[in-house]
Structure formats: C-alpha cells, structure tokens
C-alpha cells in the first residue's frame, strides 16, 4: 500500500483532524487491507484531507460533536471511577459530586483523569466527620465548579448532582440529532461556497465525539433522525479513545470508529 505522509500541526493539544483521519483510514483497511489507500493535508481547507482510496478520489472534512450527551457520559464515567476507587475503603456517608456547569473534566485514562479521581476518594475519606451540606471543590475553572457534597451521615454511597438537572436520554439524543443535522448543513455550504463539491463528488464527512466517551449504538438511535445528507458520500464517526495505536501519526492517540452511513455498501 502506498502512503503520502504529511507533517504534522503544531500544536500544544490533540490535534483532532489527524486522530480521526488515522480512525478513518485503519478502518478502511480492517474492511479491505488490500486496497491501496493515499493521504495528504489539503493546505487552503476545506476539506481537510484528500484521501485516495481503490483509486477513487474523496475530499474529508473533520468536524466535532460538542452535546450534553457527550459531556453528561462523561460525568456518570467519573462518577463510576471514584466510586469504584472509593468503595475499596469503604464510603462512611451519602455524598455527591456535585457539578456546576461545564467545568472542564480531563480526557479519561490521562495522569490528570487518575489524580482526580484519586483526590476525589480522598475527600470523602476525609470529610465521612464532616457536617452535611459540607463541599470540598476538586476542580474550578471559568467554565464551572466540580465538587464533592456530603448529604447524609447514613449510607455509603456517591451520587450525581448535576446543576443544570441532567436531561431525559430522548432529550439528548434529540439535541444529538439536531446538532448533526447542523453540523451537516454547515458543511455543505462550507464545501459548496469553495467549490469542492464542483471538483469531487464524493466528499466524507468524519465527526469526533468532542468529550470522547459516546455510545455507538446511541449515536445510531440518533442518526436515524438525521436528514439532508444526500449530498455526502459517506459520514464516518470517530468515537472514543482507545488503546489501538494511532499509525498514521503515532504521537497521537487512537480512536476507535464506524460508518453512520456510506453509499458503500462495503464500508457500512
């Protein structure tokens, strides 16, 4: 298989649009590892990438799902970790982790994912004499305020408390719908004022789950809500992390991925 590689981005984060193109490309090479497979940035973007593929040319454009869908999954994971970290001790007391916002929560299985998860177990270690209503803060930032809260001296166990209530799962796989929909429409007129849509045909849109702990099967259930993209050759979506290494770019990490739709019938 041959492979144009391309330089990387400078950058102090992840950078997004690589990790999804190494998700899109192992994957198409998991359905058909014979097939030959050419990449390369496309500098004055859109779209993102040219991708090659059996021969076929397709323009790829990354974009990011930002929803509570993605943030509250977020949110139930940490509980469940320090919970589960906590229980080890044995939990003295009914607390919460009371959230406040949209404080900024670090990407799981990172060094500061475990130290505060570990700070956490050690608050409610800590506070099992404290009062009621007592909150010890983990984490403040100017997009929110992350908390432990003790409710009750009676109990072992942590909850979640959310501020805003947390949503309905029809509720958020609606708003998840709806923000695809978008996200679609904004594409195309993207790709349509530059007039790639002119020049290539089959254009793939690759979407990354922005707080990297989405759900396969509900991004499907709300997938089958989604309309106006005729348009697109196929919509491939980046999900979690993972621990594949990342080939193309092995500084970055590894998401796993899989086709909404493709007119492929292969690739669905």
């Known amino acids: 298989m041959v492979e144009t590689m391309t330089k990387r981005r400078a950058s102090g984060?992840?950078?997004?649009?690589?990790?999804?193109?190494?998700?899109?490309?192992?994957?198409?090479?998991?359905?058909?590892?014979?097939?030959?497979?050419?990449?390369?940035?496309?500098?004055?973007?859109?779209?993102d990438f040219w991708v090659t593929a059996a021969g076929v040319s397709y323009a790829v454009e990354v974009t990011?799902?930002?929803?509570?869908?993605?943030?509250?999954?977020l949110c139930k994971k940490?509980?469940?970790?320090i919970r589960s970290?906590?229980?080890?001790?044995?939990?003295?007391?009914?607390?919460?982790?009371?959230?406040?916002?949209r404080p900024d929560v670090p990407r799981r299985g990172t060094t500061q994912w475990r130290t505060l998860v570990s700070i956490a177990a050690t608050k409610i270690r800590e506070m099992s004499n404290s009062p009621c209503e007592a909150?010890?803060?983990?984490?403040?930032d100017a997009n929110g305020y992350l908390a432990i809260r003790k409710c009750s001296h009676q109990g072992g166990t942590i909850g979640l408390l959310r501020m805003p209530a947390m949503k309905w799962e029809g509720e958020i796989l609606g708003e998840l719908s709806q923000h695809i929909n978008e996200r679609i429409e904004t594409k195309?007129?993207?790709?349509?004022?530059?007039?790639?849509?002119?020049?290539?045909?089959?254009v793939i849109l690759l979407f990354y789950d922005a707080y990297c702990y989405g759900e396969i099967e509900d991004m499907r259930k709300a997938f089958l809500n989604v309309q106006g993209y005729e348009w697109v050759h196929s919509i491939f979506l980046a999900l979690s992390f993972s621990d594949t290494p990342n080939k193309l770019y092995p500084d970055t990490?590894?998401?796993?991925?899989v086709f909404l739709y493709s007119r492929n019938e292969k690739w669905r």
């Open 13 to 47: 984060r992840i950078d997004e649009e690589h990790v999804c193109l190494d998700s899109f490309i192992q994957h198409l090479r998991e359905i058909n590892g014979r097939q030959e497979i050419t990449y390369c940035d496309e500098p004055n973007d859109p779209p």
């Open 64 to 73: 990011s799902i930002v929803t509570d869908y993605g943030y509250d999954a």
């Open 78 to 81: 940490l509980l469940e970790t």
């Open 85 to 101: 970290e906590s229980e080890e001790t044995s939990i003295k007391g009914k607390y919460a982790l009371k959230i406040m916002r």
């Open 135 to 140: 909150e010890s803060c983990l984490l403040k």
């Open 188 to 202: 195309r007129r993207l790709l349509e004022k530059k007039g790639v849509l002119d020049k290539c045909a089959n």
């Open 253 to 257: 990490p590894g998401r796993r991925g």
